[in-house]
């Protein structure tokens, strides 16, 4: 239990110079995704995640963005899915095709959309349950435990109470400290804000951007909220039907007209475009 040799999730890890080669944790290469041996979801998708940095992934809805995250998480084989072209690679370890279980293990962990929490379940019981796959001791899992709620201190007041009671904004702070107690190299997080109060969309995304720099905590964010996710990360990628269509720093791809048209609304003149517009303008895409 006191190994000092054992991992925990808030030992600060070191930064690495982002223009070395050395230190991308996540590397999926040209995947091609199918569905029930017929239907091709993703198709020759490449992107890559820098230890300790933030990485958003753009798109509207059927784009490929959460089938992505599934390929990463291993979660493809339960709905008859699997990569059949391409592999994927994390912190060293190729984990194409490989089952949730063993990629928890290596190291990231996925928050599904939808705030998927055990509703019978407390919230402290929902948090430790986590911590499932460790082996580093009882001791630093009860840490871990405390500095969530440190992390979250709205469920401190709810920490007895039936998840399935909870609101929206604490069963998605509950589904994300509970992946944290993974102890995870990287996180992923699919559609943190759908169907939040932006008050609670913008403490959640600041809380996610404090473990990012206070943990040392890769994160992978699928949004569908542009300009949110652009202001949180520094690499973006945006895909359009199962490809990657553009990709760059954040700050370029948030300044950059077509993005801001297509997926922010705004068009060159500082309007936003009209319900009746938008046909004609998904066929002005440059990248389609």
Known sequence: MGDNKSPCLFKKRKFMANNTTTNMLLEVNNIEVVYNDIIQVLRGVSLGVREGGIVSLLGTNGAGKTTTLRAISGLLKPENGFIKDGYIKFDGHD?????GTSVVKK???????GRRVFKHLSVNENIRAGSITRKDGVKKIRRDLDLMYEHFPRLSRVTNRL???????EQQMIAIARALMAAPKMLMLDEPSLGLAPLLVKE???NVERINKEL?????????????ALSLSDYAYIMESG?????????????????????????????RKSFKEVKSYKRRKRWM
């Open 163 to 169: 998840a399935g009671y909870c609101s929206g904004g």
């Open 107 to 113: 190291g990231t962990v996925m928050v599904p959309e």
């Open 243 to 271: 490809k990657i269509v553009l990709e760059g720093p954040s700050k370029e791809l948030r300044d950059n007209p077509d993005v801001k048209e297509f997926y922010m609304g705004i068009t060159r003149g500082g309007g």
């Open 95 to 99: 984990i194409t095709n490989h089952l």
């Open 204 to 206: 959640i995304f600041d």
């Open 216 to 228: 040392h905590t890769t994160i992978l964010v699928v949004e569908q909220n542009a300009k949110l």
